[in-house]
């Protein structure tokens, strides 16, 4: 099997400086939807290489914390007008790493500039608070300082848009950064780092380093000169990076997976319900922490609503991301596809009923790829290992049930807590949802995805470590409060 020619080789960011890892060796970044296609190399970095970033991170925090925040936002709104110029060329970028369709990672690419405005805004904002005091000579009064160096470890589901809404917030409150993206879309992170160098933010203040993350990622959570780590990725790892950070007392912030429900009632607008749980199921081959996994569907439209799902999932094109119309592009990497076949052999094994996909789509175009159908089941129990692990795939369960609070009983049955919706024309028990449903981010009528800039994002139980990236909630995170008092005192 030939291999193509290499598009790119993209070094570290270090202090302002672009560097080869001090290991001289690189990782290849394979393209999904062509397997034989490298579309670049990333460096493969060493604990020197990170040190050096930590250090100039450290370095550049004395005079970027003194740096108005209103000037910090000037420097996010050029990054924003960058992105939007290059949204095209970034997209195609992402898309070759990862495979997802182009207009979604061009999507992404303007999520990202819509992200940091707001952020950019955000340091015209308050940043503390004047407090009564139970002497009235006193000026009692909070001011919100800048938490220091921030390890940002980001997934390769999302390569533009999570990076950007941990950056973002970092950098308007004043800290500094080293970014380690993952080594999947490891081309796409120098990206970002490149936009911002050309959007003017001074030496050290944003440093990239990429390499496994046994390696980079382990470094930034052990190193004490790391003040707190953003987080987005497994469980198994999150829980990791929560335990070294505790060990040495460093902050941290942890957005995991989702086992996502939809619960569906008699009086949904059917054809509505159907379009978003199979988009919310199957958009991005269902590599989204906040993807459908489980439907639960009122025993009286079942049959209509299943046979509606299976007609529309059977329609979606499958195909290379970059090629126009493509519904649903590859996995990302041959691990992942092989993981998703495993648990779509597993809900067979355990007695689930396949009604469609679950195999290799049947082509010569799709063998050289990391190809899956889109899948659906029903007859799913609870105890099924496919109703209750992620599977990070396009896989749905289709659950049949008697009543309202049957479903919630049983969507709420995981250890995950990350997003939910209901498909309802019933105000009461939309408001009943909203209060009993053990989930972040809740929809009514709406897909289990779904953020914007300004509202907080993050789930309970299990999907998080209970704190909230984006919107107000971004500034609990990467601030620290100082409270002062001041008393005049009379000579």
């Given amino acids: 099997?030939?291999?193509?020619?290499?598009?790119?080789?993209?070094?570290?960011?270090?202090?302002?400086?672009?560097?080869?890892?001090?290991?001289?060796?690189?990782?290849?970044?394979?393209?999904?939807?062509?397997?034989?296609?490298?579309?670049?190399?990333?460096?493969?970095?060493?604990?020197?290489?990170?040190?050096?970033?930590?250090?100039?991170?450290?370095?550049?925090?004395?005079?970027?914390?003194?740096?108005?925040?209103?000037?910090?936002?000037?420097f996010l709104h050029k990054a924003a007008d960058l992105f939007e110029e290059k949204a095209d060329e970034i997209a195609e970028l992402a898309t070759k790493e990862m495979g997802k369709a182009v207009k979604e990672t061009k999507g992404e690419v303007l999520r990202g500039a819509a992200i940091l405005r707001y952020?950019?805004?955000?340091?015209?904002?308050?940043?503390?608070?004047?407090?009564?005091?139970?002497?009235p000579d006193n000026m009692l009064y909070t001011k919100r300082v800048p938490v220091g160096v921030v390890g940002v470890i980001a997934p390769w589901n999302f390569p533009i848009a999570i990076p950007i809404w941990k950056i973002a917030p970092a950098l308007i409150y004043g800290n500094t950064i080293i970014f380690k993206p993952a080594a999947e879309t490891g081309l796409t992170g120098a990206k970002i780092a490149e936009v911002f160098e050309q959007a003017g933010l001074p030496a050290g203040v944003l440093n990239l380093v990429?390499?496994?993350?046994?390696?980079?990622?382990?470094?930034?959570?052990?190193?004490?000169?790391?003040?707190?780590?953003?987080?987005?990725?497994?469980?198994?790892?999150?829980?990791?990076?929560?335990?070294?950070?505790?060990?040495?007392?460093?902050?941290?912030?942890?957005?995991?997976?989702?086992?996502?429900?939809?619960?569906?009632?008699?009086?949904?607008?059917?054809?509505?319900?159907?379009?978003?749980?199979?988009?919310?199921?199957?958009?991005?081959?269902?590599?989204?922490?906040?993807?459908?996994?489980?439907?639960?569907?009122?025993?009286?439209?079942?049959d209509e609503f299943k046979e509606k799902v299976l007609k529309?999932?059977?329609?979606?094109?499958?195909?290379?991301?970059?090629?126009?119309?493509?519904?649903?592009?590859?996995?990302?990497?041959?691990?992942q596809m092989d993981t998703v076949l495993k648990y779509i052999e597993k809900g067979k094994e355990e007695g689930a009923v396949l009604l469609t996909g679950g195999n290799i789509p049947a082509g010569k175009a799709f063998t050289s790829g990391f190809y899956v159908e889109p899948t659906v089941f029903e007859n799913v129990t609870r105890d099924m290992v496919i109703a209750r692990e992620e599977i990070f795939g396009p896989v749905l369960c289709l659950i049949k049930v008697d009543s309202f609070e049957e479903a919630i009983e049983q969507a709420n049955d995981t250890i995950y807590g990350l997003s939910a919706s209901l498909f309802t024309s019933d105000l009461?028990?939309?408001?009943?949802?909203?209060?009993?449903?053990?989930?972040?981010?809740?929809?009514?009528?709406?897909?289990?995805?779904?953020?914007?800039?300004?509202?907080?994002?993050?789930?309970?139980?299990?999907?998080?470590?209970?704190?909230?990236?984006?919107?107000?909630?971004?500034?609990?995170?990467?601030?620290?409060?100082?409270?002062?008092?001041?008393?005049?005192?009379?000579?």
């Fill in 428 to 491: 009461s028990k939309a408001l009943t949802f909203v209060n009993e449903i053990d989930a972040g981010l809740i929809q009514i009528n709406g897909e289990t995805g779904g953020a914007e800039p300004q509202a907080p994002f993050g789930g309970m139980k299990a999907s998080s470590s209970n704190s909230r990236e984006q919107g107000q909630a971004a500034k609990e995170f990467f601030t620290s409060i100082k409270t002062v008092t001041m008393t005049p005192v009379c000579k």
């Fill in 119 to 135: 952020y950019a805004q955000e340091g015209m904002r308050q940043m503390g608070e004047v407090l009564p005091s139970v002497n």
């Fill in 210 to 302: 990429n390499g496994k993350g046994s390696v980079i990622g382990q470094g930034l959570v052990d190193h004490k000169d790391v003040n707190a780590i953003t987080f987005t990725g497994s469980n198994e790892v999150g829980k990791q990076v929560a335990s070294g950070a505790v060990v040495r007392g460093a902050k941290y912030q942890l957005e995991m997976g989702g086992k996502n429900p939809v619960i569906v009632l008699e009086d949904a607008a059917l054809d509505h319900a159907v379009e978003l749980t199979v988009m919310g199921a199957m958009k991005q081959t269902g590599q989204r922490c906040t993807a459908t996994s489980r439907a639960y569907v009122h025993r009286l439209i079942y």
């Fill in 1 to 74: 099997m030939s291999v193509k020619t290499l598009e790119m080789n993209m070094l570290n960011y270090i202090d302002g400086v672009w560097t080869a890892s001090q290991t001289g060796e690189v990782i290849n970044s394979m393209n999904p939807a062509n397997q034989s296609e490298i579309v670049g190399t990333i460096q493969r970095s060493s604990m020197e290489d990170l040190n050096a970033a930590i250090e100039a991170a450290k370095k550049a925090l004395s005079k970027w914390k003194k740096v108005s925040p209103v000037k910090r936002g000037e």
């Fill in 312 to 335: 529309k999932v059977q329609s979606l094109k499958i195909g290379n991301g970059l090629k126009e119309g493509t519904d649903m592009g590859p996995l990302a990497s041959k691990a």
